[in-house]
């Protein structure tokens, strides 16, 4: 008996009910699902085969930046009204979507960080998810995150509640964010942000859960127990995840709850932090851990390592240190070089499924 036990879609992309059912039963296992940045079909393959090899679910979501790389955007593609970054996560979706049975293992397909001026990335995809719906009984995505906590806490939440609304008819999840997370991340600038905004007070979380679970029990909380984007030298972040349990506890006595675990929550700015921090926050009931910047670097070594050590080849495309008339094209061909970097990321996210438990759920 594994996580696939649960699930009506056993691999490939899930939505609805299995979503809902998949991280019930990390929380029942104590374990939480990696959340890996993807901005190309290279890292989406590097992340689902390190899941595949880990008999593991994993979580491929898009940030508006990623989204807008994986269309162009770098090369000249318009997103003043946020095209490039709508076209990019729809045709991330539907990528995924295609390639993600052959793994044979469940996929969660979300998209990340919205902020209050990114809101029209949103609606765009939303557009995207009701046509698939109404053609396919499901949305394109598995699952979306609103993130307001920017913005005053009763408009962040009314809002929040606006959009799960919406999604509440295809049994599609909703990610919010209550309390800042520090650090840089995708053009949103948090570095000198009051340390005190970095965590979540439980009357917050109380009142977040009965707004939403009106609505829809389709929804999860990124809290802020002192997470930072990017990495930091060890002991620069003082991380208190001993907050989320805390959280737990208020809400199941205001509820008069009968499980100790009736919220959903997230990790977010995971890279960097010490596996005690990942697991006691496992314990407290997250159920998804955001994994970027570790990854980022991970990618560049192969790539880099190999075009360090395959300097002499590349440099020309005919004559190396074997002859000056040898061809160079089986070390400048792209599918080599980028191989690389999609070696060491999956290597990368293998470590995290590890660390999060997830390796072996399946």
């Not at 001026?117 to 394109?140: I, Q, S, V």
């Not at 990124?222 to 984007?229: E, L, P, T, W, Y």
């Not at 990017?230 to 349990?245: A, S």
């Not at 006691?280 to 390592?305: C, E, F, M, P, W």
């Amino acid at each position: 008996m594994g996580a696939q036990s649960v699930l009506s879609r056993k691999t490939g992309v899930i939505v609805g009910d299995d979503v809902l059912a998949l991280f019930k039963y990390a929380q029942e296992k104590n374990f939480a699902i990696p959340a890996i940045n993807v901005t190309s079909s290279s890292t989406v393959v590097a992340s689902l085969e390190a899941a595949r090899d880990k008999k593991a679910p994993i979580i491929l979501q898009m940030s508006q930046g990623g989204a807008a790389y994986f269309a162009g955007w770098k090369g000249g593609v318009a997103n003043d009204k946020q095209q490039a970054s709508i076209a990019g996560a729809v045709a991330a979706a539907h990528y995924i979507r295609s390639v993600a049975p052959a793994y044979g293992i469940p996929v969660v397909l979300h998209t990340d960080h919205c902020a209050k001026k990114l809101l029209p990335w949103l609606d765009g995809m939303f557009e995207a998810d009701e046509a698939y719906f109404k053609e396919h009984g499901e949305p394109l995505f598995s699952s979306h995150m609103i993130d307001l906590s920017e913005e005053e806490v009763d408009w962040n939440i009314e809002t929040t509640q606006k959009y799960l609304k919406r999604a509440a008819p295809m049994k599609q999840w909703l990610e919010m964010e209550i309390g800042i997370t520090g650090g840089e991340e995708d053009g949103v600038n948090n570095e000198d942000v009051d340390n005190n905004s970095l965590y979540t007070q439980p009357e917050d979380i109380n009142n977040i859960y009965n707004a939403l679970s009106k609505v829809s029990p389709y929804f999860s909380i990124a809290a802020g127990f002192g997470n930072v984007h990017g990495v930091y030298k060890p002991g620069n972040v003082k991380l208190h995840p001993e907050l989320l349990g805390k959280h737990q506890q208020f809400v199941k006595e205001k509820l008069s709850a009968k499980t100790d675990k009736p919220v959903f929550f997230v990790f977010h700015g995971g890279s960097g932090s010490a596996k005690k921090e990942y697991t006691d926050a496992i314990s407290y009931g997250v159920v998804k851990v955001n994994l970027d910047t570790d990854l980022q670097y991970a990618y560049l070594t192969g790539i880099r390592d190999y075009v360090l050590q395959k300097k002499d080849y590349i440099l020309t495309p005919v004559g190396n240190p074997d002859g000056e008339d040898k061809p160079n094209k089986k070390y400048f061909d792209p599918r080599v070089w980028v191989r690389e970097g999609e070696k060491t990321m999956s290597k990368r996210v293998a470590e995290g499924l590890v660390d999060f438990n997830t390796a072996d759920q399946l």
